[in-house]
């Protein structure tokens, strides 16, 4: 017997799994790499062989130069990295937001399928669309945000064009799609919710916030967790609503990491500065997910 013959069914997942792991060590790992070894060099993102005007060429070591930069002489990056906590501590208001839809719409009533129609709605619309719809509704002029101030008897509020209040204008209009998703997440938990359960905590007296706290919460887990990451991980890495809403503006008060990195590089021809911001968001990113990794695992073992 050959050795194909008698190993081919432990093998046999080996071969199936190549080709995606191969994409992922082609697209995604070998870039990571890439970028950070970038991030140690002065590029232009042109050629690597030719030199600048003064004479310098357009590739070369510079050590850790980019993140001593950032950290002592950038007053933007400061800025770009509170603004990331500010949608990384307004956007979790989307969960509980989301449960409470999700609870609502999963009721038995008449015409309840046309209104998760309607919730379901902003999920599956692209954020470009998204950032645009809220353009317009902040429009200090003809906005549908300046009528409603108006009907109130209140002037109107250019959300957008304040360096105080544009961040949390587009962290709004990233509600729109997160709060679908968190309830979209929690109605696929609910019909997984145990029955039985909830039976016994109506006989036990337990009802309404009671009865959500001990008996549905526990069981919706699951769902708790993968909202918590998707929320943090896209706050984290937001960049298409500044794109499209502000551009970073006005005078960079609504730039975020991400957006910092792409103007950084596309723009300026700092490809190596912005491969040091890159690098510094896949980091902290690291650092979260590999928290709560371990949270996690501890909660499952304290379970068990």
Do not use: C
Not at 14 to 23: M, N, T
Not at 184 to 205: H, K, P, Q, S
Not at 267 to 275: H, K, Q, S, T, W
């Amino acid at each position: 017997m050959t050795f194909w013959e008698r190993n081919q069914l432990k093998l046999a997942p080996f071969f199936f799994l190549a080709p995606a792991i191969l994409i992922f060590l082609i697209y995604v790992i070998y870039p990571i790499f890439d970028s950070i070894w970038v991030s140690f060099h002065e590029w232009n993102g042109m050629d690597k062989s030719g030199l600048k005007k003064n004479g310098t060429p357009n590739w070369r070591w510079v050590g850790l130069q980019h993140y001593i930069t950032l950290f002592t002489d950038d007053d933007e990056f400061y800025v770009s990295l509170f603004n990331n906590i500010r949608w990384l501590v307004f956007s979790l208001l989307a969960i509980p937001i989301g449960l409470s839809l999700a609870l609502f719409v999963n009721q038995n009533i008449a015409g309840m399928r046309y209104i998760k129609s309607l919730f379901y709605f902003p999920f599956v619309i692209n954020a470009v669309v998204i950032g645009v719809i809220f353009t317009w509704f902040y429009n200090p002029k003809y906005g549908a945000l300046t009528l409603v101030l108006g009907f109130f008897g209140l002037d109107p509020i250019a959300f957008l064009a304040d360096e105080n209040l544009a961040t949390y204008g587009i962290i709004i209009a990233s509600f729109f799609p997160g709060i679908a998703y968190t309830m979209i997440l929690y109605i696929t938990g609910l019909t997984g919710v145990n029955r039985e359960m909830i039976e016994a905590g109506r006989i036990d007296g337990a009802s309404g916030f009671t009865m959500l706290w001990h008996v549905v919460l526990p069981q919706l887990k699951p769902a708790t967790l993968i909202a918590v990451v998707v929320t943090i991980v896209g706050a984290l890495r937001s960049f298409d609503l500044i794109a499209v809403m502000t551009a970073g503006g006005p005078w960079g008060s609504s730039e975020v990491l991400a957006y910092k990195m792409y103007q950084e590089s596309l723009f300026n021809y700092r490809m190596g500065y912005g491969a040091a911001i890159a690098t510094i968001l896949f980091l902290i990113m690291d650092i979260y997910i590999a928290w709560f990794l371990y949270r996690l695992f501890k909660s499952e073992k304290t379970e068990k």
